[in-house]
């Protein structure tokens, strides 16, 4: 059973780029969410895709974005990146909503 | 958004019982608490969950208080590697979890 991968592991943009951030999730898992975590917080949710629909945002601007293909693979695309985006970006994955999400690595993106 | 209160950090000793407690005092009816731990920066780790009744596994058990606004954490015999943060998160309805900053435990050989 393979587990929740991400890539890229690490990257680095400058102010007003966009970035795409890829998640692969749990064999079997239909249930994507994505957070980010700034360094010395715990994770805040960003949004979650259920059957490539999103179901659920928390408190982040539009320029955060995703996708989730058939695959039940999920893209997070960020736009008109700011400093304050530069956090490790988390990928879970379950089985339907109701079951416990499994994390991958994560991302580590730095804007400078 | 989130929900719970937990101490900012605590220390064990190796080999016994590591108590970490979680206040949830506006936890809803149908809300499950979560806990996760996070090593290094690593992506956090699934522990154990429960609804109402006490719960085991081979990590750990929760013990949930009967008037659900509070449970505790328990490692029987705590390791080394298990120096980590602890979050205790309630889950919202679909499946969304709301972080609060967690629990630091450092296990002191």
């Known amino acids: 059973e393979t587990g929740v991968t991400q890539s890229p592991t690490h990257l680095i943009k400058t102010r007003g780029q966009q970035v795409t951030l890829r998640c692969s999730s749990q064999s079997g898992h239909n249930t994507v969410s994505w957070y980010q975590q700034a360094l010395g917080q715990g994770p805040q949710f960003i949004f979650q895709y259920y059957r490539e629909e999103e179901n659920g945002r928390g408190n982040f601007p539009p320029r955060f974005s995703g996708l989730q293909f058939p695959n039940y693979s999920s893209e997070l695309n960020v736009n008109a990146l700011e400093l304050d985006d530069s956090a490790l970006y988390l990928c879970?994955?379950?089985?339907?909503?109701?079951?416990?999400?499994?994390f991958g690595p994560g991302t580590r993106l730095t804007v400078t | 958004d989130a929900k719970t209160t937990q101490p900012t950090s605590m220390d064990c000793a190796e080999g016994r019982a590591a108590n970490l407690p979680c206040n949830h005092s506006?936890?809803?009816?149908?809300?499950?608490v979560y806990w996760y731990r996070q090593i290094h920066s690593q992506g956090p780790q699934y522990i154990i969950h429960g609804l109402k009744n006490n719960e085991t596994n081979e990590m750990a058990s929760l013990i949930i208080t009967e008037d659900r606004k509070s449970s505790t954490l328990i490692l029987p015999h705590a390791t080394l590697r298990d120096t980590a943060v602890y979050y205790c998160i309630v889950r919202v309805v679909g499946n969304q979890f709301y972080f609060g900053t967690g629990t630091s435990l450092t296990v002191i050989p």
């Open positions: 506006t936890i809803s009816g149908n809300e499950y």
């Open positions: 879970a994955s379950s089985y339907n909503r109701a079951y416990e999400q499994y």
